[in-house]
């Protein structure tokens, strides 16, 4: 336990290369032509040890190499239960009055300010904001259903 804890410098580590070379060794040791199973055994260690600390750099490696693969893109079934809702909004958008539903467009789609949108439907900012809030409670209310 000592030999492999001071050449992997991990003391849990080493508990499993020995386990491991212990292994080896008697599988090896079935057919008695080792004359010195001791120097066999820190030999066996001594691989695994290094094997371990190669592997370890390998992945590294290929970590460092490996572009970023996840994705953070939505799921296949979540594009389509976001369009569809989408649509359901986009529908009762299109079933409001025409001031209503210009002024929501103007304001979610245009990003127009609601003094802007005010001025050009000949509104009052207070009238023109509360259009759009009742707009959008109708447009809440259609995606909930839809969900």
């Known amino acids: 336990m000592n030999y492999a804890g001071r050449l992997s410098g991990d ?3 080493a508990e499993d290369i020995v386990q491991d070379a212990w292994l080896l060794l008697d599988r090896k040791t079935d057919d008695g032509a080792i004359r010195e199973p001791l120097g066999y055994l820190r030999r066996i260690i001594r691989n695994l ?5 190669r592997q370890a750099r390998e992945i590294a490696v290929a970590a460092e190499d490996m572009p970023d693969i996840a994705d953070d893109r939505p799921s296949a079934e979540a594009e389509v239960m976001a369009r ?3 649509d359901l909004v986009l529908d009762a958008i299109d079933a409001m009055p025409a001031r209503q ?10 990003n127009m300010k609601l003094r802007d949108i ?5 509104l009052s900012v207070s009238y023109t904001q509360s259009l759009i809030a009742q707009g959008m409670e109708i447009c809440n209310q259609q995606r909930r259903q839809g969900l």
């Open 49 to 53: 040890v290094f094997a371990q600390a």
């Open 101 to 110: 539903k210009a002024a929501i467009k103007m304001y979610h789609f245009e």
């Open 84 to 86: 569809q809702t989408m």
């Open 11 to 13: 003391r849990a580590g």
């Open 118 to 122: 005010a001025a050009k439907l000949g």
